[in-house]
């Protein structure tokens, strides 16, 4: 058996994307596939950008800003940044320094420390999702649903920041549709106080065609496309 390359994982999964968009009737648009390549390499990136993709996602620090600088140097400019995982507060300064977006914004500590970096420099801005605790675990990342909206006004509060909307990760062992409908649901909650944070940043390799069901606008897949590592 031949392994497939990267480009044909890559045009496997935008074939199923753009499936489950025409079974969804949503417009492929609307919808914004973020490749983590985490565990992986510069090259991976770099490869990636050669294909046409230029939204990574990665979920610690330290590989990040060694990875998006390596691929700065490469492809200077052309590669946008998500960090999806959970953030210590000490390494926000570092995140600001490549990321452009911010998918796990889950805690008033984190804010805090956000408002406090974005303040030394007026001209920084940085895109942000509201990250959920599905789980019944309080030791997982993520806000509990319940005080979404008091705590997205904190966030709306710093011009410096966006708000896209709300970011999820489905519970193991849970039926994923489950979590995707809260997470609908959190979302529609969301947009009665800021109708602009209209985005949902769900889905990965094993469920995004569910979650594109549910009205996911950011895709954060990893392993199938990048394999695995
Ligand atoms: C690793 C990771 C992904 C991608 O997971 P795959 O199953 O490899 O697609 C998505 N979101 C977060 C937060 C991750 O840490």
Redesign the pocket.
């Known amino acids: 058996m031949t392994e497939l390359t990267l480009a044909q994982r890559l045009g496997g999964v935008q074939d199923r994307i753009r499936s489950a968009a025409t079974k969804a009737h949503r417009d492929l648009a609307e919808i914004q596939l973020v490749i983590?390549t985490?565990n992986h390499s510069a090259d991976l990136p770099i490869e990636l950008l050669e294909l046409g993709e230029s939204n990574f996602?990665e979920?610690r620090d330290q590989e990040a800003s060694a990875k998006a600088l390596i691929v700065s140097e490469n492809k200077p400019g052309l590669a946008t940044w998500h960090f999806?995982?959970q953030l210590q507060s000490n390494k926000v300064r570092s995140m600001l320094e490549y990321s452009s977006v911010l998918?796990?914004l889950d805690r008033a500590s984190l804010l805090k420390e956000l408002n406090k970096q974005l303040a030394k420099d007026s001209a920084a801005r940085l895109q942000a999702f509201i990250e959920l605790n599905l789980t019944e675990d309080p030791n997982r990342g993520g806000l509990d649903p319940n005080d979404l909206k008091s705590f997205a006004e904190l966030v709306l509060s710093n011009p410096q920041i966006q708000l896209l909307g709300v970011m999820g990760?489905v519970g193991l062992g849970v039926e994923p549709d489950v979590d995707f409908e809260r997470i609908a649901i959190a979302s529609q909650a969301l947009r009665e106080i800021a109708p602009e944070a209209k985005f949902i940043s769900a889905g990965?390799?094993?469920d995004?065609e569910e979650a594109i069901g549910f009205g996911a606008t950011h895709l954060?897949?990893?392993?199938?496309?990048?394999g695995n590592r």
């Not at 954060?220 to 990048?226: H, L, S, V, Y």
């Open positions: 983590v985490k996602g979920n999806v995982g998918h796990s990760v990965m390799s094993g995004f954060r897949i990893g392993t199938a496309i990048t």
